[in-house]
């Protein structure tokens, strides 16, 4: 398996299961990145990506500075964020820095935009880089200015000699817009305490193109003759392809490619394509009946992999023992899409033997492997940008667009132009994976949690191990999001949907202490609270408690209160809510949502702030509408019409916290707070209206039912 | 059949020649070559190619451009021609989006009900943009920037 069709984020896998995923064909350039990045000694070595310096920075003799990085403007805030750190390294002012990202001819290897990565392990790199540069043309202005480098200061890129008022020498003016021939070793970055720029709230470097329109988008690149390109798609994943005539489509005015399994109709204008796309007669054969969005989790039990262990402590039977009563109960969640409001686009360019394609793509450098193996080009005869993208959320490490724009432009040798449709979108999205989580837990007479047995199917197994204090516990995973799954086992492609796997788990796992804390008689806080000794995690508990305001109280208390908190990848999140359940209906209103976020050090804070409103509102939909229904490999759901996703009206009070830990690494915050949605709002229904309801989404047809029951 | 359609975009006179029944979004975006309206779905559910015609916000993916013939017609490239527009100056400010691709039409659809309602309640905002779809999650950044935009957080009219 290569990491490159999938691009499946590394973080939660250890060293051996890395090993296990990449197979023999390890992928050199995959696996030294983020194991070094594995390594707690991250400062200011630059693992994984380039030692040259150059590669990261280049200073224009007017004093701009024009940083590079592999990474994607995905509307996270990266170009802001690695700006930021580049301004603080060198000691440049932040609108001095001028930010190129995602172009594998341009920017330093990098495995891709995913895993809240960038500030993480891109970070440090680019830190250490920032660093060397400075340190180096410090030396290099103590040679102009005759003075000691060590007693220089600079501001702005200006180099000054305090014991000589009035001399002054600029970045720009030493470097003449060349390279930096000089390298100097084992640098050290600046500290943390010394900030003026990261750790501070940033203008967004890309704000002005994006509300002018003139932010460019992969299908917003136009080349003189280009063609858009529409294809003939199957009805149903696992569908045969029969026949297709396409003599009506060609009489029409549109040219028709058909090369191996591609049938491509082509036109200079993109609704043209469209219409005459409609004039192919194709047949396919569908597949044997297999499953619908109801009985998949029959299915995915029936065909997951055998469990395997992925944590234990204690032994199950004395847990057993000492059980006063136990607990068993299984949590479903159905596929989700990703669904970015840009699709899956592309434009390409291939002419003489070079091929070069605009991309909406999370990973840039693994796509290029993909086109070139596709054209039978060299990699390094092939160049991928990924200008802004809107939007990836992990479904945009995957996706043939960009492939088969590349192959219908070397074979009509004109500028090929591939932007899917929204029900290609759906079609062909990388799903978040279905999912059964089983636990069965037991509580002592004392209401201590003694137990706790825990197996989830098909989501993956990050995050899934509890963090609560429990004496004898057993983590199981069977199948998930990074593929090697039995054929069969889903609908289709799955992938890394925000915070992979961790939605699921912290779901089912947080759902469950509510249901542990109601047994025992004990507010669903103070009981998660008499089971947890992680300082970090206590922290943020108690910060959103007092902002929100949480009074104690068992559950239902009938106020519509509820709590979750997880952990992502090092960061920490605990998020609280308020709702209302509309009995008549069965529609769920969240009126306030308070989250806490711990990420180590926030480089950009109300950047973090950004994310986290956005995986509150994202989270929203995975809660309550979002699904994917299909039926035997047909995806029904071909649009935003009966795939809801969240709404203006939908938002509640948002309140966001960020615990300030300097002292630690930033760990990014793209993804801590979306995890604890499901079970938040899970928790505050039952508080509210004294139901449990442990499949999600929690649709209003669900909601009702739960009532009907009692 | 082709036919000629004239109108005002953007304040200029434009005419194009178009095959019957084509949406106004892909004659803006491909034949007259404005992408920043974009395409999000094509059939009116999300509000990405919102435009304004004659003071009103359409789905550009529905209309046929044979109905704007004689309209004025705004993009997002119409806005703020000389320096940025109140609603767009609000948005940077209020980092009222993330991936941007939604923006263009959240922002000419605020345009669309300042027209209408110019000091419009923080209700009537979310209302008026409901079926404007963002997936990134800016919702409450967009109503409190379209809030300024309407000089509702000053307490008076610009």
């Given at each position: ?545 007092k902002q929100f305001g949480w009074k104690a109280a068992k559950a239902p208390s009938g106020r ?94 948002l309140e966001t916290i960020i615990i300030d830990s300097p002292g630690m690494a930033a760990v ?43 | ?158």
């Amino acid at each position: 398996m290569k990491p490159d069709c999938t691009g499946k984020g590394p973080e939660g896998l250890s060293r051996r299961e890395l090993f296990a995923l990449a197979g023999p064909g390890l992928f050199l350039g995959f696996s030294v990145d983020w194991l070094a990045a594995q390594e707690p000694a991250r400062l200011p070595a630059r693992q994984g990506y380039p030692t040259d310096l150059n590669a990261y920075l280049r200073i224009a003799p007017d004093g701009r500075v024009t940083c590079f990085s592999g990474k994607v403007e995905l509307g996270q805030g990266a170009m802001t964020v690695l700006a930021q750190i580049l301004a603080e390294e060198l000691d440049v002012a932040y609108d001095q820095v001028d930010i190129v990202l995602g172009d594998t001819e341009l920017c330093p290897y990098d495995m891709g935009t995913f895993g809240s990565m960038n500030v993480r392990y891109f970070g440090p790199a680019l830190r250490g880089a920032g660093a060397e540069a400075k340190a180096i043309l410090l030396q290099m202005a103590g040679e102009q200015l005759q003075a000691p480098a060590a007693r220089l200061q600079v501001k702005g890129g200006v180099v000054t000699d305090p014991n000589t008022p009035g001399k002054s020498v600029t970045y720009g003016q030493l470097v003449q817009g060349k390279r930096i021939e000089r390298h100097m070793e084992g640098v050290a970055v600046k500290p943390v305490a010394a900030y003026t720029v990261a750790g501070h709230s940033a203008a967004r470097k890309d704000a002005l193109d994006k509300v002018t329109g003139k932010a460019m988008y992969a299908g917003d690149f136009t080349f003189p003759g280009m063609l858009h390109a529409r294809l003939v798609r199957p009805p149903a994943h696992g569908a045969k392809f029969l026949e297709a005539d396409s003599s009506a489509a060609e009489k029409a005015g549109a040219l028709v490619v058909r090369e191996g399994d591609l049938i491509a109709v082509l036109h200079e204008r993109p609704d043209l394509a469209d219409q005459a796309l409609g004039l192919v007669q194709a047949r396919f054969e569908r597949p044997a009946p297999t499953m619908d969005d109801k009985t998949v989790f029959d299915h995915l039990l029936k065909t997951a992999p055998p469990l395997k262990d992925a944590g234990a402590s204690g032994d199950l039977a004395e847990g057993e023992k000492a059980s006063a009563s136990t607990v068993e109960e299984t949590y479903l969640n159905s596929y989700v899409a990703h669904a970015p409001m840009e699709t899956h686009s592309a434009t390409a360019t291939v002419e003489n033997g070079r091929a070069t394609v605009w991309a909406s793509t999370q990973a840039p450098f693994s796509l290029r492997q993909q086109v070139a193996q596709a054209l039978g080009l060299a990699p390094q005869n092939v160049r991928i940008i990924a200008p802004y993208v809107g939007g990836g959320f992990g479904g945009k490490s995957a996706g043939g667009q960009a492939v088969e724009a590349a192959r219908l432009a070397k074979a009509t040798g004109k500028p090929v132009q591939v932007v899917w449709n929204r029900a290609e979108e759906f079609f062909y999205d990388t799903f978040r994976p279905a999912a059964v989580v089983k636990i069965r837990s037991g509580l002592t007479s004392a209401g201590k949690i003694a137990l706790w047995d825990y197996k989830v199917y098909g989501a993956g197994e990050r995050e899934a191990k509890t963090y609560y204090d429990i004496p004898h516990q057993r983590t199981q995973s069977a199948g998930g999001w990074q593929g090697g799954n039995p054929p069969g086992m889903h609908l289709s492609a799955v992938g890394p949907w925000r915070a992979p796997s961790v939605n699921t788990n912290t779901f089912a796992r947080e759902s469950h202490m509510d249901t542990l804390a109601a047994k025992a008689g004990v507010d669903p806080l103070e009981f998660r609270l008499r089971h947890l000794s992680d300082a970090r995690m206590r922290r943020v508990l108690e910060a959103a408690a007092k902002q929100f305001g949480w009074k104690a109280a068992k559950a239902p208390s009938g106020r519509g209160a509820g709590v979750a908190c997880g952990f992502y990848s090092n960061a920490c999140a605990a998020t609280m809510a308020e709702v209302a359940v509309d009995p008549k209906t069965g529609h769920v209103q969240v009126k306030r949502v308070v989250s806490a976020v711990d990420v180590g050090l926030a480089i950009n804070p109300d950047g973090l702030r950004q994310q986290m409103e956005g995986c509150i509102a994202m989270g929203l939909g995975y809660a309550l509408t979002e699904e994917v229904h299909f039926k035997d490999g047909e995806v029904l759901d071909r649009n935003f019409d009966s795939y809801q996703i969240p709404r203006f009206s939908w938002m509640p009070r948002l309140e966001t916290i960020i615990i300030d830990s300097p002292g630690m690494a930033a760990v990014g915050g793209g993804e801590p707070p979306i995890i604890t949605m499901g079970a938040v709002v899970a928790n505050a229904i039952y508080d509210a209206a004294g139901i449990r309801l442990r499949q999600l989404p929690m649709t209003p047809a669900r909601v009702l039912e739960a009532l009907k029951k009692g | 059949m082709e036919r000629t359609i004239s109108f005002t975009l953007n304040g200029r006179p434009v005419s194009v020649k178009v095959e019957d029944g084509r949406m106004l979004l892909w004659v803006l975006r491909s034949d007259l070559g404005l992408t920043g309206t974009k395409f999000g779905c094509g059939e009116g559910l999300c509000g990405a190619c919102t435009v304004i015609v004659n003071q009103q916000a359409v789905r550009s993916c529905s209309v046929p451009v044979a109905e704007v013939a004689g309209k004025q017609v705004m993009t997002i490239e119409g806005l703020g021609q000389s320096g940025l527009h109140a609603i767009q100056a609000a948005f940077v400010k209020h980092h009222a989006f993330q991936c941007g691709y939604c923006t263009s039409g959240m922002i000419l659809n605020a345009y669309a009900l300042l027209l209408k309602t110019p000091k419009p309640t923080p209700l009537q905002i979310a209302q008026h943009m409901e079926d404007n779809l963002c997936r990134c999650g800016a919702h409450t950044r967009i109503v409190d920037a379209i809030g300024e935009a309407a000089g509702a957080s000053k307490g008076g009219a610009r």
